[in-house]
């Protein structure tokens, strides 16, 4: 593995550092989440070709290469800057229409959602599929030129102001359950979607239940063939992982810093060894990343596709999040129950993280999943027995019954 940037790199790097310094500290935020200002400097990024590095400049993007987008990412993560906004739609949406959307598609949709001007969610989870995607119930029946869709879905981050959707249905219930589905985009602003926020533990609500009541879709906004709505939706899985490997929040820095201002047991916290022994375990744990991350960066930077890196990271990233804001409200003692930012110390931002921190360990898949991928890929386990591969899915446990 080689961690050093090219030249290339470094002078890209470079022209990503004076770009955010000229225009980064303006958009900072605590909450990632924020639409206040994420529009604005969407179309800021948009016009000076960092909204999508890797897209084809004929769409908006810059035509640039992996490992341009990772060092504009890592750049980016310094300022604190609106993401988690367009992060579906422009990981994950998007780049699906890219592989199976016909050119006019693309010419309507890509632009507006680089921009900001649209935004997109991911309509897969359901109460009954979620790890277990394949298991979805949500069904689709052709008629004529159009789709009627019935059922639900669960966990679609901004579903309530989304203006486009991707969608996971099954059109075949007489077929195994991976070879039953087929994949739409879907305007949700139809007649037929319902959709619910659920009101989260942050007391938030970026997540809605989505329920389809004989929503018509014509059968031009069909991504891939019938019956190979599986194939299409690995398309977005991939680029789900890769997108949700960051997990945010408070890290090894912030949790030093934090030992470094208080007091334990009327000494201060640095002196403690107990404390000590925590953070030289979250520092190991962080170059293991770092590293695991260069591997991954160094794969991308010579054109070859990430293996099971991203599941590592994905995984232990959100595990040590959530230790590390667990044990930084522990630290803090009784403010660390105060979520008011103008009061509480450091803002709030181990508990935000802690509250937050549940959900990095199931988007993009479970960390009970990604340690199946590693079990597999990593170590040559054998995979689970799956005795439901090549049954119909209506004669299945979980199916819907006739």
């Known amino acids: 593995m080689d961690f050093n940037d090219t030249p290339e790199e470094a002078e890209f790097r470079?022209?990503?550092?004076?770009?955010?310094?000229?225009?980064?500290?303006?958009?900072?935020?605590?909450?990632?989440?924020?639409?206040?200002?994420?529009?604005?400097?969407?179309?800021?990024?948009?016009?000076?070709?960092?909204?999508?590095?890797?897209?084809?400049?004929?769409?908006?993007?810059?035509?640039?290469?992996?490992?341009?987008?990772?060092?504009?990412?890592?750049?980016?993560?310094?300022?604190?800057?609106?993401?988690?906004?367009?992060?579906?739609?422009?990981?994950?949406?998007?780049?699906?229409?890219?592989?199976?959307?016909?050119?006019?598609?693309?010419?309507?949709?890509?632009?507006?959602?680089?921009?900001?001007?649209?935004?997109?969610?991911?309509?897969?989870?359901?109460?009954?599929?979620?790890?277990?995607?394949?298991?979805?119930?949500?069904?689709?029946?052709?008629?004529?030129?159009?789709?009627?869709?019935?059922?639900?879905?669960?966990?679609?981050?901004?579903?309530?102001?989304?203006?486009?959707?991707?969608?996971?249905?099954?059109?075949?219930?007489?077929?195994?359950?991976?070879a039953g589905m087929t994949f739409f985009f879907i305007d949700m602003k139809s007649p037929g979607i319902e959709c619910r926020p659920i009101k989260q533990i942050t007391g938030d609500s970026h997540f809605c239940e989505v329920f389809f009541d004989d929503l018509r879709v014509p059968d031009s906004q069909r991504l891939g063939d019938i019956g190979a709505g599986w194939k299409v939706a690995l398309t977005t899985l991939m680029n789900e992982r890769l997108a949700v490997g960051h997990t945010g929040g408070p890290d090894f820095e912030e949790i030093f810093a934090l030992a470094q201002n208080l007091e334990v047991a009327d000494q201060p916290a640095l002196k403690n060894a107990a404390v000590r022994e925590k953070l030289v375990d979250w520092y190991i744990t962080c170059q293991g990343l770092k590293y695991t991350n260069f591997r991954l960066f160094t794969a991308l930077s010579q054109g070859a596709q990430p293996g099971p890196e991203a599941s590592i990271i994905k995984l232990v990233g959100a595990e040590k999040q959530q230790e590390i804001a667990s044990y930084g409200m522990d630290l803090i003692g009784m403010g660390g129950n105060m979520m008011d930012a103008e009061l509480a110390p450091m803002a709030a931002a181990f508990q935000d993280s802690f509250l937050f921190a549940p959900v990095s360990q199931v988007a993009g898949g479970t960390n009970e999943i990604m340690r199946n991928i590693i079990a597999e890929r990593v170590l040559g386990l054998p995979a689970d027995i799956r005795i439901d591969k090549d049954v119909p899915f209506k004669d299945l446990p979980t199916g819907p019954g006739k």
């Open 14 to 178: 470079t022209e990503v550092r004076a770009f955010l310094q000229q225009h980064g500290d303006k958009f900072r935020t605590r909450d990632s989440f924020s639409r206040e200002n994420a529009k604005e400097w969407q179309v800021i990024k948009a016009d000076a070709g960092y909204a999508a590095i890797t897209w084809p400049t004929k769409f908006g993007g810059r035509g640039g290469t992996e490992i341009q987008q990772v060092i504009y990412d890592q750049e980016e993560r310094h300022y604190e800057l609106v993401y988690n906004v367009f992060r579906v739609g422009l990981g994950m949406c998007i780049p699906t229409l890219f592989a199976y959307a016909t050119e006019e598609q693309l010419e309507r949709y890509v632009e507006p959602a680089l921009r900001g001007e649209e935004l997109w969610c991911q309509l897969f989870s359901e109460p009954a599929a979620g790890s277990d995607l394949a298991g979805i119930r949500t069904k689709a029946v052709q008629d004529g030129d159009e789709w009627v869709i019935n059922g639900q879905k669960i966990w679609t981050s901004f579903a309530d102001t989304a203006d486009f959707g991707i969608l996971l249905a099954r059109s075949d219930f007489d077929a195994p359950k991976h």
